[in-house]
């Protein structure tokens, strides 16, 4: 579960990203977070990857307080948040199976749990054909599916994807939020997706928090009119 | 645990593969720093045997005071009591007769001076040996205030300026070996900032699925440590050969007078010492790197 209880976050240099901005999102729930550019979605997404800290509310994640975790303990909260952004940043030297394989080798996952668990997601996003495969081979919803897989396969509760659908065509977009919405039934992991893409939350309506200003614009539920 | 020891071996020579041209250029640079390093350390160890065999030889020459009352043995006693003083002999005047005839080879002199031995100009003395070079001027001080005592020789002002300024190249050869650990620790630094730089889409990839700092950081001071060892290798080699080849070439006396410290075990261990600072020079140059890089990024 998250929950943002006035969360305001102010850069150094004076920029107030966020404002006193609170919501809720419970366990399995699939979300998306629409707004302009420097609305403060970013800062919000780098707040529940434990990459920034609240400069005044909390920020609680599964259980954590973002803003006291310890800086050394910022690695074990993150095997609990996946997440995917639209340059994918896969290694170019690595195939596709080791690509999503090194996700599992860092956190010293045991080897025949490793190809298993590598085999399993692969099938689950639809790219176990490409699994020798190098990243250069791939076409963009092939290498989003490739980052999504390296994503979940340490089964984070959380996946947060950052604009997944923003190198690709409509179609490839479909498909890729359709995998989200299976890895949301399949694997039970809440799901929160930054876009700019109207269309494809009115192809696939879920619920929709807009951000302004570092502000909640709006919360609307699934099936609302955006 | 193994799996993870062997992997962070092989990641960190496929680090230093992957940026060779960098890497060699950086134990280039340590190789240089190294063999400088290496040779204030030999220059540093010589100059303290040498000092140490100078100070050795400082004695200081008591003469007692012809008529005087008092016993050898009490005033050895007040003599051995004097802050500084290792112990003190006492010869007779005949014996500082004997010594000084001994410094002729040539036996006619000899025989010349042994002719003198009735109206012997020495005098009873003591030769007081002091634990330290640094002790001298005290103890000659303190020598001079009492009563039986005579005269006071010691080595010379001389002496004392050759001790002082050998005591000051050490010191400064000490200073020098520090600053240059520090300079190919900064070396190092700069070779792995580099190779951070180029790998931060892998070390993004880690912190984003949830490797631990020591995970990330553990390559990257394998490759560290890699360029200081080969940096350390040259000047290991360079060292041993060329020491030896100093003191087989001058019989280990230098300029004469200065008698080298031999080889055997000396050099090894200055050559496994230069090992070892390029090994840490290695892990720490690539520690703070990393750990700059780390602690900048939560």
Not at chain 1, 37 to 42: A, I, L, N
Not at chain 1, 107 to 126: G, N, W
Not at chain 1, 181 to 196: A, G, P, Q
Not at chain 2, 68 to 84: F, H, M, N, W, Y
Request: aromatic share 10%.
């Amino acid at each position: 579960m998250i929950k943002i209880e006035n969360v305001s976050k102010v850069y150094k240099n004076g920029t107030r990203a966020l404002d006193k901005i609170n919501l809720e999102v419970e366990d399995e729930e699939f979300v998306y977070i629409v707004g302009s550019t420097g609305s403060g979605k970013s800062t919000l997404i780098k707040i529940l990857d434990g990459e920034e800290v609240p400069s005044s509310g909390k920020a609680i994640v599964n259980g954590t307080d973002v803003g006291s975790l310890r800086f050394s303990k910022v690695p074990i909260y993150r095997r609990n948040v996946g997440v995917v952004f639209q340059d994918y940043r896969l290694l170019p030297r690595k195939t596709v199976f080791e690509n999503v394989a090194y996700a599992l080798e860092v956190v010293d996952t045991p080897k025949k749990v490793l190809r298993q668990r590598v085999r399993e997601v692969l099938k689950l996003v639809d790219i176990a054909d490409k699994s020798n495969a190098f990243p250069d081979e791939l076409s963009g919803g092939q290498k989003q599916r490739v980052a999504i897989a390296r994503a979940i396969a340490n089964k984070p509760k959380i996946l947060i994807a950052d604009e997944p659908t923003g190198n690709l065509d409509p179609r490839k977009s479909d498909e890729i939020i359709s995998l989200f919405e299976k890895i949301n039934t399949e694997e039970h992991t809440t799901i929160l997706i930054v876009t700019h893409d109207v269309e494809i939350v009115r192809h696939h309506p879920k619920r929709v928090i807009m951000i302004e200003s570092g502000n909640v614009a709006a919360d609307l539920p699934k099936g609302a009119k955006v | 645990m193994f799996r993870r020891f062997f992997h962070h071996i092989k990641e960190g020579f496929y680090g230093f593969c992957r940026h060779i041209g960098m890497a060699l250029s950086s134990a280039s640079a340590v190789m240089i720093t190294l063999i400088l390093i290496g040779l204030f350390i030999v220059l540093t160890f010589n100059l303290y045997a040498m000092t140490s065999s100078i100070e050795d030889s400082i004695t200081l020459s008591a003469l007692i005071k012809d008529g005087t009352t008092i016993q050898s043995e009490d005033l050895k006693r007040q003599i051995e009591a004097i802050e500084g003083v290792e112990r003190a002999e006492f010869h007779t005047k005949d014996e500082e007769f004997d010594y000084y005839l001994e410094t002729y080879n040539d036996p006619d002199l000899r025989a010349f001076y042994e002719t003198y031995r009735e109206d012997n100009p020495f005098k009873d003395a003591f030769i007081v040996y002091a634990q330290s070079g640094e002790d001298i001027p005290h103890i000659k001080d303190s020598l001079s205030k009492m009563s039986a005592i005579d005269e006071v020789y010691d080595g010379g002002d001389n002496t004392y300026t050759l001790v002082e300024v050998l005591d000051n190249v050490r010191i400064v050869g000490g200073l020098l070996v520090g600053a240059l650990c520090i300079l190919a620790i900064y070396l190092i630094y700069n070779t792995i900032k580099i190779t951070i730089a180029s790998r931060s889409d892998e070390i993004w990839i880690m912190r984003n699925v949830g490797a631990k700092n020591g995970y990330i950081r553990a390559p990257f001071l394998v490759e560290g440590i890699i360029i200081g060892f080969i940096g350390a290798l040259i000047p290991m080699l360079l060292l041993i050969l060329g020491y030896i080849y100093l003191y087989e070439t001058y019989n280990g006396l230098l300029f004469g007078a200065f008698s080298l410290l031999h080889p055997y075990p000396f050099i090894f261990y200055v050559a496994l010492s230069l090992l070892g600072i390029g090994v840490i020079v290695g892990f720490f140059g690539s520690y703070i790197s990393v750990f700059k890089y780390l602690r900048l990024r939560r």
